[in-house]
């Protein structure tokens, strides 16, 4: 007698959308608005780092974090979440950069931010390739940067990034479209067509 075994396959668990993590959150679950914040976490720190810069940006994403969990109560669309967290982020970045601005900075030299490289434990190729992504992306038009890097650069789903930036998937994967074909084409510029 011949048996057939079949594979069984775990269902894939899905997701609750933000409204639901927002409202389980309102009524006090802290395990929901930490669901929100490790879905949003890397967004919010490239929207900060994007106006503040890098230096502020994790320190921008608290800022902003802790002002959402404060004022979630006062969210009238749960289902805005994020494009309510962009806001709060941005807010928060542009404050946060007048305010910079008015103070003396010193900047790191070059020198410095070799040796803080060298500390990196990743693979240096593939560190080599994110830093190559990172600088075409930042040649794109900048209504594709944000898109692009939300996408390629912290992996963020398109749903995700339609919610984020309040942009229509549609839109969102236009942008993603154009953007992959304008890195291709400054690629063969430099490589020389190879």
Same mark, same amino acid.
């Given at each position: 007698?011949?048996?057939?075994?079949?594979?069984?396959?775990?269902?894939?668990?899905?997701?609750?959308?933000?409204?639901?993590?927002?409202?389980?959150?309102?009524?006090?679950?802290?395990?929901?608005?930490?669901?929100?914040?490790?879905?949003?976490?890397?967004?919010?720190?490239?929207?900060?780092a994007?106006?503040?810069?890098?230096?502020?940006?994790? /320190?921008?994403?608290?800022?902003?974090?802790?002002? $959402? =969990?404060?004022? @979630? %109560?006062?969210?009238?669309?749960?289902? +805005?979440?994020?494009?309510?967290?962009?806001?709060?982020?941005?807010?928060?970045?542009?404050?946060?950069?007048r305010?910079?601005?008015?103070?003396?900075?010193?900047e790191?030299?070059?020198?410095?931010?070799?040796?803080?490289?060298?500390?990196?434990?990743?693979?240096?190729?593939?560190?080599?390739?994110?830093?190559?992504?990172?600088?075409g992306?930042?040649?794109?038009?900048?209504?594709l940067?944000?898109?692009?890097?939300?996408?390629?650069? /912290?992996?963020?789903?398109?749903?995700?990034?339609? $919610? =984020?930036?309040? @942009? %229509?998937?549609?839109?969102?994967?236009? +942008?993603?479209?154009?953007?992959?074909?304008?890195?291709?084409?400054?690629?063969?510029?430099?490589?020389?067509?190879l």
């Amino acid at each position: 007698m011949l048996r057939l075994l079949t594979s069984v396959r775990e269902p894939k668990a899905i997701e609750p959308a933000d409204s639901v993590l927002a409202i389980a959150a309102v009524v006090g679950n802290l395990d929901a608005f930490g669901e929100l914040v490790r879905r949003y976490r890397r967004a919010v720190e490239r929207i900060a780092a994007g106006i503040a810069g890098p230096q502020a940006a994790e /320190d921008i994403a608290q800022e902003a974090f802790l002002l $959402a =969990f404060k004022a @979630l %109560p006062d969210l009238d669309e749960p289902d +805005r979440f994020a494009a309510w967290l962009y806001a709060i982020t941005r807010n928060r970045a542009l404050r946060w950069a007048r305010k910079e601005s008015r103070m003396l900075r010193v900047e790191f030299d070059d020198a410095l931010l070799s040796c803080i490289g060298g500390f990196s434990t990743g693979n240096r190729r593939d560190l080599e390739s994110a830093v190559d992504l990172a600088a075409g992306i930042d040649e794109l038009p900048e209504n594709l940067r944000l898109i692009m890097r939300l996408r390629w650069l /912290d992996e963020m789903p398109m749903q995700q990034i339609s $919610a =984020f930036t309040g @942009l %229509p998937l549609s839109t969102v994967k236009w +942008r993603l479209h154009e953007g992959k074909r304008l890195l291709r084409e400054t690629m063969k510029a430099v490589t020389g067509g190879l």
